[in-house]
């Protein structure tokens, strides 16, 4: 699933290529007819943004809403190039003087009026962005408190309690700041929890300019631990169960 360094890297490649422009905008597969992606055209596209997982292209009193969940993607091409998928497969395509963005997949795309995008109970229930320009690590970490009785690994993931956050990051926060990831939140200090959060953002912050998310744990079960050698486990976690890697040695509950 695209986390949220990966959105908040298209928006800014999407409003750099398309920024200030009229688009043309058109939906050559049903399911983005379906979602009135062509009410769009001829708007300017007037900024983009990330919360979280979710990409917000605003064109004056509309908003393109997308969340691509597993399989989904933009792709940003120049215009009139060859797209590395089938056309007929696109869900929405942003047409510009030279540049193109395409959307393939995913499980939401949708068009609603900006000024309802407050009330929409899937973007205001979000918790504080990971990536936001306002990023403050005491104010992620007292949202994370409301849930004390779920382990850190499995809070990272609750988008109402810090937005942005997926898989890769949540094992990799974990292993960068040396926390036992099954832990609870109400067993974690507030140094420890922020200390969580910090590692976070300064990951994903990382990988939104380099376009590389590095690895230490996640994906590397039975390999050894970069720092101590031990052998590094994995095991589904959460409701979700969602496949959460660490170091037993380096992140041993303290």
Known sequence: MAEGDTILRAARRIEKALGGEQVEVSAPSPRGRASGVQRLDGRTLE??????????LHFGGLTLHSHLGMSGGWHLYERETAW???????????????????????????VLRSDALRRDPTIARLGPDI??????????????????????????????????????????????????????IAAISDPQLQHV????????????ESGRQDRAAYRR????????????????????????YWCPTCQAAS
């Open 47 to 56: 900024g983009a943004e990330a919360r979280g997982k979710h990409l917000l």
């Open 84 to 110: 590395r998928k089938a056309p007929g497969a696109a869900w929405a395509v942003l047409r510009g003087k030279s540049a193109e963005a395409v959307q393939f997949g995913g499980p939401t795309l949708r």
């Open 131 to 184: 990536l936001a320009e306002d990023f403050d690590a005491a104010i992620v970490g007292r949202s994370l408190r409301t849930a004390p009785d779920l382990a850190i690994g499995d809070a990272l993931l609750d988008q109402t309690l810090v937005a942005g956050i997926g898989n890769i990051f949540k094992s990799e926060a974990c292993f960068a700041a040396h926390q036992d990831p099954w832990q609870a």
């Open 197 to 208: 959060v910090q590692a976070a953002h300064h990951l994903m912050s990382e990988a939104v």
């Open 221 to 244: 079960a039975g390999r050894p631990c970069p720092t101590c050698a031990t052998p590094i486990l994995s095991r589904g976690q959460g409701d979700a169960n969602r496949t959460t």
